[in-house]
């Protein structure tokens, strides 16, 4: 009986990691030019990290963490996201000490026990960047410029930008308190999550998705109305830097992302491709996480995102079909399949590919001794443009026989004419 994968997880194959490739692609050029370097953390982490930053009244932290006990008794979980281990690789390494913020970004898997969808995995795919060090409102608009040039990148076009600010420690138990009031007669209407989130940490509410709660939830008091200054000015000063580049938004008061660690500034990029599930990507600010973990007062505030790549690519591949050009080049094409026509030609062979693999060309070679047709028949199927055939003619006089298969031309060449061929072939490709 044949082993499958796990439910929830599945493999990538080539003719999809190519579209993964280019969003990565894309992201590493984009960062760079705003100063952010890749911090690579363990996939496994104490259980207790996301438990402290995540949140213990978030979905993620309890019912989706894939959690075990190791050998030592040690508690161990498989990373949900990638902020709380890059905070605390951040307290760890005391990175608060180098000149200037700390601008890290970092891709990899992630794994969460959710309900699997279209676009969502059990394992899935992550980029993000984090912001550490700073809490000025020109941070925050650096973050949701760069990642609106990421989109604009990676050709999707008409995201929309949604913005919150979900407040602070000294203005959340005002609201806390508002939220419970209102809440106190329409609690038993609401779904079983609601009641426990009501009175652990009431702003959880407002990320219901139930739709018979909707009603309730838009009748519930905002957050605007109990900003204290600071969070005020700091929002008010923001949308202005947004309003002076151009970059349009809307303002939503429910919007509070699904973790805890949130405060102040909170975005969400929104696209159609996707449906009703149509974040492409999210987040928000987050002072005193580090603190949380161990770290001085002066390690400062924070700012960050995260996108699910499987989603992402998704829209990606949506704009191509819409006629949009495609974003970033994928893996070079195949430039040849070298045919070796009995074993003896094998080994020159080998060292032509190496010499025309170190100038840079993508090749591929058959079995020696194959049949001429079958091999031209492969070569198609493996989209090479061209063969180059290899028998004991071509191995002593040096000149190798260069076929174009749409053609069917074929040509003697010695190699540096073969190389500069086969280079002006793939370049105009």
């Not at 995995?121 to 410029?145: H, K, N």
């Not at 939830?217 to 957050?223: E, G, N, R, S, W």
């Not at 390690?299 to 992402?312: K, M, N, P, V």
């Not at 050009?325 to 094998?346: D, F, K, T, Y």
Request: charged content about 25%; proline content about 6%.
């Amino acid at each position: 009986m044949p082993v499958h994968a796990i439910k929830g997880m599945r493999d990538l194959l080539p003719a999809e990691t190519v579209w993964f490739q280019r969003l990565e692609a894309a992201v590493r050029e984009v960062f760079a030019l705003y100063n952010f370097d890749e911090i690579r953390t363990p996939i496994l982490e104490p259980d207790e990290l996301f438990r402290r930053a995540v949140g213990e009244e978030t979905d993620i932290v309890g019912k989706e963490m894939y959690s075990f006990a190791d050998r030592d008794g040690a508690q161990l979980t498989l990373r949900p996201e990638a902020t709380a281990s890059t905070v605390r690789a951040y307290v760890e390494h005391r990175l608060w000490e180098r000149p200037g913020l700390t601008k890290l970004y970092y891709m990899g898997p992630m794994f969460r026990r959710e309900r699997p969808q279209k676009g969502r995995y059990r394992q899935f795919y992550q980029v993000g960047a984090e912001v550490l060090g700073g809490d000025e409102p020109w941070i925050d608009f650096e973050l949701i410029a760069m990642l609106r040039r990421l989109l604009e990148r990676c050709g999707i076009r008409g995201a929309e930008l949604v913005l919150n600010s979900v407040g602070c420690p000294d203005d959340r138990p005002a609201y806390h308190a508002a939220l419970r009031a209102a809440l106190a007669e329409k609690l038993p209407q609401m779904c079983a999550d609601c009641q426990r989130r009501a009175q652990t940490n009431p702003l959880r509410v407002l990320d219901c998705k139930v739709p018979a709660d909707q009603p309730i939830i838009a009748a519930l008091p905002v957050i605007q109305e109990f900003l204290d200054d600071k969070c005020r000015s700091h929002f008010t000063e923001l949308r202005r830097l947004l309003d002076a580049a151009g970059i349009a938004y809307r303002l939503d008061a429910r919007l509070v992302r699904g973790l805890d660690y949130y405060t102040s500034t909170a975005f969400e990029f929104l696209h159609g491709a996707l449906g009703s599930q149509n974040a492409l990507l999210g987040g928000g600010r987050y002072n005193g996480l580090a603190q949380s973990l161990g770290a001085p007062a002066s390690a400062g505030g924070a700012i960050g995102f995260a996108l699910g790549e499987d989603r992402f690519v998704m829209a990606m591949q949506e704009a191509v079909a819409s006629g949009a050009p495609v974003p970033i080049a994928g893996p070079q094409p195949l430039a040849a399949l070298i045919i070796p026509l009995a074993p003896e030609q094998l080994a020159p062979s080998l060292l032509l590919a190496d010499h025309l693999r170190r100038a840079g060309l993508r090749l591929d070679l058959t079995t020696p001794g194959r049949k001429l047709g079958k091999s031209l028949d492969l070569a198609s199927k493996l989209g090479a443009p061209y063969v180059i055939i290899a028998g004991a003619d071509e191995v002593a006089s040096g000149r190798w026989q260069l076929k174009d298969l749409a053609s069917g031309d074929q040509t003697a060449l010695d190699e540096p004419a073969l190389l500069a061929r086969l280079k002006g072939a793939d370049a105009a490709r």
